[in-house]
Nanobody, 119 residues
């Protein structure tokens, strides 16, 4: 069974850093675009950062210069380095991947990891 598993969330003070990881497991042939989304309480889900197969990236304006998305294709893993965290970054973060596996092409989501920024 192909799945995405996130890790690295937690609680941090404003100005702190966290690194999220998203590992794809199962029989995977190719991963196309990947992205990180978040949903804060009472708000709509939003795209935080995305990365293509040629490492082209794009970011939500509010995280530009603070967050960095990257991927390790050999490990089928994506990362989100989050620096200078702010209370408004508090949310559940989800990873997403468009991939080909032994089950065909799929748009997969991780289970989510909580990030809390508070003093």
């Amino acid at each position: 069974q192909v799945q995405l598993v996130e890790s690295g969330g937690g609680s941090v003070q404003p100005g702190g850093s966290l690194r999220l990881s998203c590992a794809a497991s199962g029989t995977i042939y190719k991963i196309n675009a990947m992205g990180w989304y978040r949903r804060a309480p009472g708000k709509q889900r939003e795209l935080v950062a995305a990365i293509t197969t040629d490492d082209t990236t794009n970011y939500l304006d509010s995280v530009k210069g603070r967050f960095t998305i990257s991927r390790d294709n050999a490990k089928n893993t994506m990362y989100l380095q989050m620096n200078s965290l702010k209370p408004e970054d508090t949310a559940v973060y989800y990873c997403n991947a468009d991939l080909y596996s032994n089950s065909g092409r799929g748009d997969l989501w991780g289970q989510g990891t909580q990030v809390t920024v508070s003093s």
